[in-house]
């Protein structure tokens, strides 16, 4: 089972979509995403029984144009940016059985989730998305909470972005979500989209190669091994086990889309961290985050050096720590 659930940029390749991971895969029931790279081009998603949410990855501005159920017909603008690692986008959530036509230049994801049950049709502004910033020291990351129970009303997906600035750990301690424990575990399979870059501030020579590493390993629902250097466009599937740590290489910063969606009846993000790590979520009481986040929109002129120009401060000005203040 080693790395047979990591798959590399372009190996999942299905027509118009870069990257598509859905129920066609083996082992694969409750989750989906189409990563959609368009140069001034149109791209149809057909009338499925999935909920989706677009979220721009890079790129000015996407038209989408879509047909929902009961006749509603609509359209929508969604404000990109110039990278990941400038700060939240636009995004739209379309209901089970909705047609959408997609217009634009530049990367978007498409996150889906198979449900019959429907929601409205919603836009939820980058200046609207809750952002959060989790661990503290070099764990410190920032998450964009734009389809969490916080986010959008999704019947399942529960989707995120994280950030995490080079030479911090992220998705740490490791932790399963592969069991129903009433009030304390949910069944999700997960979804992790990698992208890096040359960390905001440093001039790198052309031959740079921007990585993080990736681990994944078994637990009592299953057999799994992933341990791997993950690149922008690799795509990582956990359908099961424990999870983490992702440790953003000294000088590229990392970013990665999660999407989570199980069969259990909440839409809630319920977690078991590993026994032999969970600890260290105390050594972060008192440290202080990482003073590179929160990295925000593209700043302006020249790339700031420490990713924080225009940055609200940890905690205000709608910026959270995890659980509303405490660094679990």
């Not at 750990?169 to 979500?177: G, I, R, T």
């Not at 069969?263 to 008192?286: K, N, S, Y």
């Amino acid at each position: 089972m080693i790395n047979d659930w990591l798959h590399r940029r372009d190996t999942l390749s299905s027509g118009a979509c870069e990257s598509l991971v859905d129920a066609s895969l083996p082992g694969w029931a409750h989750t989906g995403l189409r990563i959609l790279e368009l140069a001034d081009a149109t791209v149809d998603l057909p009338a499925e029984a999935v909920e989706r949410v677009l979220v721009p990855l890079s790129g000015p501005t996407f038209t989408v144009k879509y047909s929902a159920p009961e006749g509603i017909v609509g359209e929508q603008n969604l404000a990109g940016r110039r990278s990941v690692f400038h700060g939240p986008a636009d995004c739209l959530y379309l209901p089970t059985g909705t047609a959408a036509t997609v217009r634009g230049s530049g990367r978007i994801a498409v996150c889906e989730a198979p449900t019959e049950e429907t929601r409205p049709v919603q836009y939820l502004p980058a200046a609207d998305v809750p952002v959060e910033l989790r661990g503290a020291g070099r764990s410190s990351r920032q998450v964009h909470n734009f389809a969490t129970p916080a986010g959008l009303d999704c019947v399942k997906i529960i989707a995120c972005e994280v950030i995490t600035p080079a030479e911090n750990w992220s998705s740490y301690p490791p932790h399963k979500h592969d069991e129903a424990i009433a009030g304390t575990e949910t069944r999700l399979e997960e979804i992790y989209y990698f992208e890096s870059a040359v960390s905001r501030g440093l001039t790198a020579p052309a031959a740079a190669d921007p990585f993080a590493l990736f681990a994944t390993y078994s637990s009592a629902a299953g057999e799994i091994e992933t341990s791997a250097i993950v690149r922008t466009g690799d795509i990582a599937l956990v359908p099961y086990g424990y999870h983490g740590p992702v440790a953003a290489a000294p000088g590229y910063d990392n970013y990665y889309l999660n999407v989570m969606a199980g069969p259990d009846p909440d839409r809630a993000w319920l977690i078991t961290d590993d026994p032999a790590h969970g600890w260290v979520r105390e050594q972060w009481e008192g440290e202080e985050f990482d003073p590179r986040l929160p990295y925000t929109a593209e700043p302006t002129g020249d790339e700031d050096t420490t990713g924080t120009q225009n940055a609200a401060a940890p905690g205000r000005d709608g910026f959270t720590t995890e659980d509303g203040g405490e660094r679990r």
